[in-house]
């Protein structure tokens, strides 16, 4: 009777997950000919915000997300998320590409497109808006909202900022207008009483 000998290796869950944006075959033209090596655009984040994009080459697909994954785990940051939107309207621009992120009511769900959508999911945001103008270049739109996550401000300051913009409104304008004229008229009663 044999026994099964075979182990079963358990895999520890990574701390990161790891989403491939874009794989491009590029070339090099030397004196022989053309070098032919593969670009890999991969986005990692831990959904808690953390996030991270890294953009690496290599000979083979497998070599060029491995030194991708390495450069985008260098290249971490620590998002401000407010629930489960980000805390204001932001919009960034790099090289061609502009995204511009709105913060959404939960329920929403991400509403992005292809670039922007990997680096928004891992990065934790639940419920967000955005838009993807100019440049429709994977790897620019990716940078354009990485920056624009890692630009974000929290929420109290935002807050703080926009009580200070706010002007007064009409109505308490009003009220202290006719506050002013009931004074008026009873500083001239009494100047006819006298």
């Not at 919009?91 to 913060?103: D, H, I, N, R, T």
């Not at 945001?125 to 354009?144: E, H, P, R, T």
């Amino acid at each position: 009777m044999v026994e099964n000998t075979r182990r079963t290796f358990e895999r520890e869950p990574k701390e990161f997950e790891e989403k491939v944006v874009q794989i491009d075959r590029v070339t090099r033209v030397v004196k022989g000919g053309r070098r032919f090596r593969f670009r890999a655009t991969v986005v990692i984040g831990d959904r808690k915000g953390r996030v991270g994009v890294g953009v690496a080459k290599a000979s083979q697909v497998v070599l060029a997300i491995q030194k991708a994954v390495a450069q985008a785990k260098k290249n971490l940051v620590t998002i401000n998320i407010h629930e489960t939107s980000i805390p204001h309207e932001i919009m960034k621009e790099y090289c061609g590409a502009k995204v511009f992120l709105k913060p959404a009511c939960p329920g929403t769900g991400v509403i992005a497109g292809g670039a922007v959508r990997a680096v928004i999911e891992v990065s934790g945001i639940k419920d967000i808006l955005s838009k993807m103008i100019g440049s429709s270049n994977k790897i620019n739109n990716v940078y354009a909202t990485f920056e624009a996550l890692k630009s974000l401000s929290e929420r109290e300051t935002v807050v703080k900022a926009e009580k200070k913009q706010r002007p007064e409104s009409a109505e308490t304008k009003k009220g202290t207008k006719i506050k002013e004229d009931k004074t008026v008229k009873s500083k001239e009663k009494l100047k006819g009483k006298r």
